[in-house]
């Protein structure tokens, strides 16, 4: 069964790539308007917390 944390995160980083690729303010790696800046956000979060919890597993 996939892990639900890494779907979470990993879905919450094709929102922002696809905000993005559309917004005029946005680059890859540098939200500039209210919507990227929260999807990053949302992103970064769960990136945290998943990789978090793979250093605390070992």
Avoid at 9 to 26: E, I, K, L, N, V
Avoid at 28 to 51: I, K, M, V
Wanted: glycine share 4%; net charge positive.
């Amino acid at each position: 069964m996939p892990d639900d944390l890494y779907q979470r995160y990993q879905a919450a980083h094709r929102a922002y790539q696809t905000h993005a690729a559309s917004c005029g303010d946005c680059t890859r790696n540098t939200p500039d308007c209210p919507a990227g800046h929260r999807l990053f956000e949302s992103f970064a979060r769960l990136q945290d917390a998943y990789l978090n919890r793979l250093r605390n597993k070992s």
